[in-house]
């Protein structure tokens, strides 16, 4: 074949923008969580015990410090891939359970799924016919959220009254939480008979077979005659998740979830905990020690009792001890996700409250409204407003002692070499002056604050030149954002040009107090400086 150079035009690409149609929320199967998973955390000890004095202390391997999961200090570097705390923000890692456990954020989810599905069988407690008609309804193409959750609540209400299986004439009850205990449920599964008032009401054959189970136990043990009548069926994590899996998938579709994507129920309950990067949740260091987070010292505890549950089922202890340390567990893994556990009380056996995931995220200081929806910002001051006719609508007074700390960064060039050199012989205290100088050849940073005499400033005023850059005091046509809260509408913010004046407060002109909705017996407005040209 001829070799021959194409001079023709390059085809041209176009990209244009992606638009995002829709987001889908979902559970993570637990492949996902080893998929996504960089290490299999299994040691609980955060730190290398045997140690030479005087050196640093290494984190321990499969630790829930492990280095692979990233870094939390300044100078660390992730051992994943090998970039620092600004590039990288961490990996996850992953705890395998002996025994699988509820996970908390579902469970209410749980215990309703329990009332629709047959304890035996794993149907859902509805007649075939009826199943097909609703699993249509569901099916039906452009259906939006709120007509689907509407079906999803008729079918839970109507499964809730059904107490005999239609598939397998098995007897189901109420299933509810254990009074007093944050994460245990059990199943009632006699309703139907005990809580019948008929005098014709026949004991089911089920329910004597159920009572003459304790026979033997009666004989070992006088009390259990008394308390056989409030004996319930306990639902257990294994066996609620073999209920589960056993769910078919015409049938999850029933309960909302969609199968095809990870959508099942058995991915309600762990088997494995996901271990959060260890940007999330820093060491703080002291002078001897350092203070852990307390998602770290939960996975401690969790990897801890995980490992006494593996030592007993190795050695055979007794079903009583391995269900106590496998409830144990089932609250830790349930504060890991929600510290403030109702059920928990100040000396409660199971550990004091803590700030789990959802408190991380929930409220006004979680992650949502505290740190993405309004942050602290800098160059910004609040305080009483007042009203001031003399103003021109477009201006705001801002006090001269909030001048001197808002600044704004102005480049030196020819036009404004002699003004901003000006600012700088008046230091940092004396309106019009500025407070940093950042020399434009190596980026340094000087602080006219520290500058003790005239002497000192007139150094730097002298080696000011034109590509440097002056943090100069805010003045009069600067313009600055002027906000009152609640930010309701896109008038809440509106721009003004400064107007430095004396006393204490911010100014404004009456006519300006319609779009903030503002009034003058004692409300605080908010001040932003721009800190480029573009803003």
């Known amino acids: 074949m001829d070799n021959y150079d194409d001079n023709g035009k390059e085809q041209v690409l176009d990209r244009p923008p992606k638009r995002i149609k829709s987001i889908q929320f979902g559970m993570l199967s637990p492949q996902d969580m080893v998929a996504q998973s960089v290490v299999n955390i299994a040691d609980r000890n955060l730190y290398d015990l045997d140690r030479t004095p005087g050196q640093p202390r290494k984190h321990t391997v499969n630790g829930p410090l492990d280095q692979r999961l990233g870094t939390s200090a300044k100078s660390g570097i992730c051992q994943t891939c090998h970039e620092g705390l600004k590039e990288c923000s961490g990996h996850f890692g992953h705890v395998k359970l002996v025994l699988p456990v509820f996970h908390y954020g579902y469970f209410s989810k749980i215990i309703e799924l329990l009332h629709c599905v047959c304890k035996e069988c794993s149907k859902v407690l509805l007649p075939e016919k009826e199943k097909r008609k609703l699993l249509r309804r569901l099916r039906t193409p452009g259906m939006d959220g709120l007509r689907k959750s509407a079906v999803c609540k008729a079918i839970a209400t109507d499964c809730r009254k059904v107490r005999v299986?239609?598939?397998?004439?098995?007897?189901?009850?109420?299933?509810?939480?254990?009074?007093?205990?944050?994460?245990?449920?059990?199943?009632?599964?006699?309703?139907?008979?005990?809580?019948?008032?008929?005098?014709?009401?026949?004991?089911?054959?089920?329910?004597?077979?159920?009572?003459?189970?304790?026979?033997?136990?009666?004989?070992?043990?006088?009390?259990?005659?008394?308390?056989?009548?409030?004996?319930?069926?306990?639902?257990?994590?294994?066996?609620?998740?073999n209920i589960f899996r056993k769910i078919s998938a015409q049938d999850v579709e029933l309960f909302g979830m969609d199968p095809a994507s990870g959508g099942r129920p058995e991915n309600m309950l762990w088997t494995f905990v996901p271990a959060p990067p260890v940007a999330i949740r820093p060491s703080v260091a002291q002078e001897a020690a350092s203070t852990e987070d307390d998602i770290t010292n939960k996975?401690?505890?969790?990897?801890?009792?995980?490992?006494?549950?593996?030592?007993?089922?190795?050695?055979?202890?007794?079903?009583?001890?391995?269900?106590?340390?496998?409830?144990?567990?089932?609250?830790?893994?349930?504060?890991?996700?929600?510290?403030?556990?109702?059920?928990?009380?100040?000396?409660?056996?199971?550990?004091?409250?803590?700030?789990?995931?959802?408190?991380?995220?929930?409220?006004?200081?979680?992650?949502?409204?505290?740190?993405?929806?309004?942050?602290?910002?800098?160059?910004?001051?609040?305080?009483?407003?007042?009203?001031?006719?003399?103003?021109?609508?477009?201006?705001?007074?801002?006090?001269?002692?909030?001048?001197?700390?808002?600044?704004?960064?102005?480049?030196?060039?020819?036009?404004?070499?002699?003004?901003?050199?000006?600012c700088i012989m008046r230091g940092s205290r004396h309106h019009p002056g500025a407070n940093w100088v950042i020399k434009g050849a190596d980026g340094r940073r000087l602080a006219l604050k520290m500058a003790a005499s005239k002497s000192d400033l007139k150094r730097v005023e002298e080696k000011l030149v034109i590509g440097d850059i002056v943090e100069r005091h805010l003045e009069d046509g600067d313009i600055v954002l002027f906000n009152r809260q609640p930010s309701l509408h896109k008038l809440s913010i509106l721009a003004h040009r400064a107007k430095i004046r004396p006393w204490r407060t911010f100014r404004l002109n009456e006519c300006v107090c319609n779009p903030y909705n503002a009034d003058?017996?004692?409300?605080?407005?908010?001040?932003?400086?721009?800190?480029?040209?573009?803003a």
């Open 165 to 241: 299986c239609p598939h397998c004439s098995a007897f189901n009850g109420q299933v509810k939480k254990v009074p007093g205990h944050p994460i245990k449920i059990f199943h009632n599964k006699f309703t139907q008979y005990t809580s019948s008032t008929a005098k014709s009401k026949v004991k089911p054959k089920e329910m004597e077979k159920f009572e003459q189970s304790f026979t033997a136990a009666k004989e070992n043990n006088n009390e259990v005659d008394r308390l056989a009548k409030r004996a319930m069926d306990d639902l257990n994590p294994v066996r609620v998740m």
């Open 520 to 534: 003058f017996d004692g409300d605080e407005m908010n001040l932003h400086v721009p800190q480029t040209e573009e």
């Open 299 to 422: 996975l401690g505890d969790i990897l801890h009792v995980n490992s006494l549950i593996r030592a007993g089922l190795a050695q055979g202890q007794s079903i009583s001890k391995i269900t106590e340390m496998w409830e144990y567990l089932q609250v830790q893994v349930a504060m890991y996700i929600n510290g403030g556990l109702p059920g928990l009380s100040k000396d409660s056996a199971y550990g004091k409250m803590m700030r789990g995931f959802e408190q991380r995220l929930k409220g006004k200081q979680g992650r949502f409204r505290g740190n993405l929806s309004g942050k602290r910002v800098d160059f910004s001051g609040r305080t009483v407003i007042s009203p001031d006719p003399n103003l021109s609508i477009e201006e705001v007074a801002v006090p001269t002692r909030v001048a001197v700390n808002m600044t704004y960064p102005e480049k030196v060039n020819a036009q404004n070499i002699d003004k901003l050199k000006a």
